[in-house]
């Protein structure tokens, strides 16, 4: 078994903290509608400003039906709108790869 994986790619003219601010909101409202939301433990910022973000889900599935929902959730609207030139990327991890999750 194992992990489907989305690298996000994106740039944002909100300072640190507050794009910080708005994602921690966006995944706690899609977690609580998408258990299958795994983690996002992963976000940083190159030194072109472009940011990396990492969310893991249970199945490619789960992450599907996560983003056929995600203009139902306001708190992940509001981040997405703080977003520019996305770019996704999508893989899978072993499962005996993963650290444990924070919850």
Excluded: C, K
């Amino acid at each position: 078994m194992s992990y489907f994986v989305e690298f996000v790619r994106y740039r944002s003219d909100l300072t640190a903290a507050d794009l910080v601010e708005l994602r921690a909101a966006a995944l706690s409202a899609v977690r609580a509608a998408h258990p299958e939301l795994i983690d996002a433990p992963v976000l940083s910022q190159n030194e072109f400003g472009t940011w990396t973000d990492v969310w893991i889900y249970r199945t490619r599935a789960a992450a599907d039906a996560a983003n056929a929902d995600a203009a139902n959730i306001p708190e992940f609207a509001a981040f997405a709108d703080a977003l520019s030139g996305i770019e996704i990327t999508t893989g899978r991890m072993p499962e005996s790869a993963a650290p444990p999750f924070s919850g």
